[in-house]
């Protein structure tokens, strides 16, 4: 059908009329028009791919999250010795690929995605530090050990290149933090997918 479409087009042309293709990622020029081809099956990424391996992503292929914690974060409650900050609201979730359970976002296609956490120690004379991990190791990490101030905060953001089901989440790696008036929060988008 796409073949038989493009044959007819290809005879619609006046003689003469100039086509223009620079290279097989550039699009077809038509007197000053773009031609796009696509059929209508997208891929699991979100791209639409046709018969001639034209791709085009589509605009549902939206990801972004934001989770707050609003209780205290004590490593007591922890059932696990991963260290994991959970968090229990979800307030962005679009494409649905935090899951708020494990608090672990999983990367739905290959990208460069952006992520940014913000938290808060509960106790003066004491130290936190957090890591954002990305499948299981740490990339950046965020500090506060001010032992005369009880609520300091300590932040961070990352660009991450990630492959289609890496996995990213937050690790307390010592301290207790401040969850009341949801001061910790943990925020992701993809910023655009490769």
């Known amino acids: 059908c796409l073949g038989a479409a493009l044959a007819l087009l290809l005879v619609l042309l006046p003689a003469g009329c100039p086509v223009r293709a620079q290279n097989d990622t550039e699009p077809i020029v038509l007197e000053g028009k ?13 791209a639409v791919t046709s018969s001639l391996g034209i791709s085009v992503r589509s605009g549902s292929a939206k990801v972004a999250f934001s989770a707050t914690r609003s209780t205290n974060h ?3 409650e922890m059932s696990n010795r991963t260290m994991t ?10 494409g649905n690929h935090f899951d708020l359970a ?6 739905p296609r290959k990208g460069i995605y952006s992520f940014s956490f913000h938290v808060v120690k509960v106790y003066n004379r004491q130290t936190i530090q957090v890591s954002l991990m990305q499948n299981g190791y740490p990339v950046i990490s965020a500090f506060a050990g001010d032992q005369d101030v009880t609520r300091e905060a300590a932040s961070n953001g990352v660009l991450l290149l990630m492959e289609r089901e890496d996995k990213v989440h937050l690790k307390l790696e010592r301290g207790n933090l401040m969850g009341g008036w949801k001061y910790s929060t943990f925020s992701g988008f993809l910023v655009f997918p490769l």
Do not use: H, K, M, R
């Open 34 to 46: 773009c031609l796009v081809v696509c059929d209508s099956s997208p891929s699991a990424d979100g």
């Open 74 to 76: 004590e490593p007591s």
């Open 85 to 94: 900050i959970y968090f229990d609201q979800v307030l962005v979730n679009i």
């Open 102 to 107: 494990s608090s672990i976002f999983v990367a």
